[in-house]
């Protein structure tokens, strides 16, 4: 090992406790609830109570004679402040659907922002929020995106046929062929329910115009795009937007991107003279704040006579709501791309149709791709037991070996890196696949009903599309010796602070408790994407490597010039450099720290004063490929439709870990949003587009009891990036949902009970029983 080599890893692949949990778990975490500034003004926004409404005159009279209302905007006010309105990874020259700050013209979904109310403190906003009289005049609504495109109604007049976009083909004449030729073929359509993210802690914003600044504390999991994003909106200089965020409680890919309400709290800032504060409750996070995973596909796959697959098809549709962000026709596409999953599919294709309703908007949602799994797992089973199969055989048939790669899927998805069979394998040991059949057969002859389910998916992480490919970090050690390390952030519960700290402790050869990191503040952090598409680990893990390694050897020819030794004979361990196998002979690192920033005549020939470097990683591959199996036992009550989620087990490849800790507490948290998807959660409408679900008393969310303990099983298998790692934090959410439906429908199957539709609430479940009887 050379001098510039990282350290022998003492922390990375250990189970260090989080650095962020002290401050979190004493309470001393600051949220966007915690920021307070001088004079602060508080915002309540007006909602339609309407799915669809044509907007009058909306008289804030009343209200603003209330004591402590200093303004009420409405659209006219606000929107005409919009400079330019685009997302930066899906660029400006992307046929973008409509997102108005406030609704103009038309109320579109009920929870539709119309106006803005702000006072002097958030109990006196909603008060006059009651009080602005809004002229509405009710419209038909288009509720149900399945007849939305034939509909008379429209939710943008500039879109015929509430049709926000579509992609790929119908089934090509060669596919259909391959499909006519087959032994076995098996089609089903499965529609998956509305559901949203839920974070803990909701949306929220404040927003401070100093007259040359913007100051913006943010609930958010990319401070710099919510920066770039806010300077082109108001139509000012990137370095006038300042964007803080400090913890965030929860995200999931619902504060990636600044949304509506988001825009009207800067641009009503704009003209205020103080700071507005907008936190958004419960109820307007279930409201407005937007669905998920509203979707259904006609999924068809052909075998021949030993169950090998020999071409698969997906035509999917998926709701949208009146106000998608971002873009869903890119995502939706994704869906169409991954369907063939990681197994041999000869052959492929797609077609995707995003419609709109007068709905909340569809947003991002951990793994939004999601479906393609849904479709194909819940399908396979489904084919299995048509043929006759155990859906564990015509798995084994299928997979791709970790041997095989890299390998290209029928749809152009380039897989490498990857482990399919040997992960299916290993959850099926965990479980004892063989003695758990025979436990089955048994509950059988009493009267009980389990069952076993699995999904098995490959997932795309570290995407180096656009400005995501390309991190940086900040890395400067202090006069003390001490380290701090400044990245973009954002932390949302992800652990990406303690993923920091490990790295660079090892790779600067320090005591842990000596590095700190500071993130999330775009004034002080080098430009960043933020979190998500599950890229955090391995493009920070770049970042800190490209900016370490050129400090490490700044340090190493100070400690060599010093200590009288070569520089390939230097090492760094235990916050000092020593000589190699001598390590009497050595200088702390305070003492180096001291010499580059008090003493730079002891600094050897060009050698620069300081120890602190910022550099940048770009990635190195397109993408990142990760993937895992997920198996669910169950017993399934028969008379009350209740499903008891027995074992549930996990077999992830996501490369070496940086933190075992961290990684299973990323698959624990998918895993049991996937599983509230489908036993639980459902954002529901009624026929006339009123929500149902807007409390926790109805939207429904499962807890610690009805959760078992998830059991991990790891394969590494290296990556093409830095260390080998790979993303992990949305595979949970991706591989529950089919695992716990192919569970559910193995239960029931002596039953003759076929499961194509979400959710499988109790009375969902005891309605498929009598349907097959």
């Known amino acids: 090992m050379t001098s510039l ?39 309540c926004f007006v909602r339609s109570p309407f799915a669809r409404a044509r907007l009058g005159r909306i008289d804030a009279t009343v209200a603003l004679d209330l004591p402590g209302v200093r303004a009420v905007f409405a659209a ?33 979904f009920v929870g539709d922002p119309v106006a803005l109310v702000v006072a002097t403190d958030r109990y006196v906003a909603e008060d006059a929020a009651d009080l602005v009289d809004v002229d509405y005049e009710p419209l038909p609504p288009v509720v149900d995106y399945t007849t939305a495109l034939a ?9 015929p046929g509430n049709l926000a976009g579509a992609l790929g083909a119908p089934m090509s004449e060669d596919l259909a062929a391959v499909f006519g030729g087959a032994a076995h073929v098996t089609s089903a359509t499965i529609h998956q329910q509305a559901y949203a ?78 700071a507005l504060k907008w936190i958004e409750d419960r109820r307007e996070n279930l409201l407005a704040a937007g669905m998920s995973r509203h979707e259904h596909g006609e999924a068809q ?57 007068n709905t909340s908007g569809r947003t991002a949602y951990r793994g939004p791709w999601q479906f393609e799994s849904v479709a194909r797992e819940v399908l396979l089973d489904i084919a299995a037991r048509r043929m006759g199969i155990d859906p564990v055989d015509l798995r084994r048939r299928n997979l791709l070996r970790h041997d095989e790669l890299p390998h290209t899927n029928p749809n152009g998805m380039p897989y490498s890196d990857m482990t399919p069979i040997e992960t299916f394998e290993q959850a099926l040991g965990m479980l004892d696949h063989e003695a758990f059949r025979r436990e089955q057969a048994d509950a059988r002859a009493t009267g009980r009903y389990l069952g076993m389910g699995t999904c098995s998916y490959a997932e795309p992480t570290t995407s180096a599309m656009a400005f995501q490919g390309t991190e940086g970090a900040t890395v400067r050690i202090e006069p003390s010796g001490k380290v701090n390390v400044y990245v973009a952030g954002g932390s949302t519960g992800n652990s990406l602070e303690t993923a920091v700290v490990q790295l660079t402790a090892d790779a600067l050869g320090v005591d842990i408790a000596d ?23 391995s493009m920070l893990a770049g970042a800190v490597e490209e ?17 009288e030794a070569a520089p390939e004979d230097i090492e760094l361990a235990d916050s000092s450099a020593r000589v190699r196998g001598t390590p009497a002979v050595s200088v702390p690192l305070a003492e180096i720290a001291d010499i580059a920033y008090f003493q730079p005549h002891r600094l050897p020939e060009g050698v620069p004063p300081g120890l602190e470097v910022s550099a940048r990683y770009r990635a190195r591959s397109p993408l990142i490929w990760a993937n895992a199996t997920h198996l669910c036992t169950c017993e399934v009550d028969p008379v009350t439709g209740a499903v008891t989620v027995l074992r549930y087990i996990v077999s992830e490849d996501c490369g070496p870990m940086i933190n075992p800790n961290v990684v299973e507490g990323q ?8 599983i509230g998807g489908v036993l639980y959660e459902h954002l529901a409408y009624d026929e006339d587009g009123n929500p149902l679900t807007t409390t926790f008393m109805d939207y429904l969310l499962p807890t610690a009891t009805e959760v078992p303990v998830i059991e991990y099983g790891h394969i590494e298998t290296p990556s093409p990036g830095p260390g080998g790692y790979k993303g992990v934090g949305e595979g949970g959410a991706i591989g529950a949902p089919p695992a716990v439906i192919n569970a559910v429908a193995d239960a029931l199957s002596p039953l003759g009970v076929e499961i194509t539709r979400l959710p499988l609430t109790p009375a969902a479940v005891v309605a498929l029983i009598e349907g097959a009887r």
């Not at 949990?21 to 975490?29: A, E, F, S, V």
Request: include cysteine.
């Open 5 to 43: 080599e990282a350290t022998a890893a003492r922390y990375v692949g250990a189970r260090v406790p989080r650095v962020e949990d002290p401050r979190l778990l004493t309470g001393h975490g600051t949220f966007v609830d915690d920021v307070t500034r001088p004079g602060m003004l508080h915002a």
């Open 151 to 159: 509909a008379t109604e429209l939710v943008h007049e500039a879109y």
């Open 197 to 274: 993210p839920v974070p803990m802690e909701t949306r929220g914003m404040v927003a401070e115009w100093s007259g040359d600044e913007l100051t913006v504390w943010s609930a958010t999991q990319a401070p710099h795009e919510v920066r770039m994003f806010l300077a082109r909106l108001l139509g000012i200089a990137e370095h006038q937007v300042r964007v803080i965020m400090r913890d965030t409680g929860g995200a999931f890919g619902q504060k990636v991107l600044p949304l509506r309400e988001d825009m009207c709290i800067a641009l009503a800032a704009m003209r205020l003279p103080a």
């Open 301 to 357: 796959m052909a075998f021949d006579g030993d169950g090998r697959i020999l071409a698969a098809h997906l035509d999917h549709v998926q709701d949208v709501g009146a106000y998608p962000t971002p873009w869903p026709v890119g995502t939706a596409m994704a869906v169409g791309l991954l369907f063939p999953g990681p197994y041999r599919v000869p052959a492929a294709g797609y077609r995707t149709t995003s419609l709109f309703s």
């Open 515 to 537: 590095v700190r990191t500071v993130q999330g503040d775009t004034a002080v952090t080098p430009f960043g994407a933020g979190t998500g598409g599950s890229r955090s680990g």
């Open 667 to 674: 698959i624990a948290g998918g895993s049991v949003q996937g």
């Open 76 to 108: 006219a006010d606000l929107n005409p402040g919009v400079h330019e309105q685009w997302y930066t990874l899906i660029g400006k020259d992307v046929p973008d659907t409509p997102r108005p700050p406030l609704a103009e013209g038309e109320a579109r």
């Open 547 to 563: 900016s370490t390694t050129v400090l490490r050897e700044r340090i190493v020819t100070i400690a060599a010039h010093q200590l």
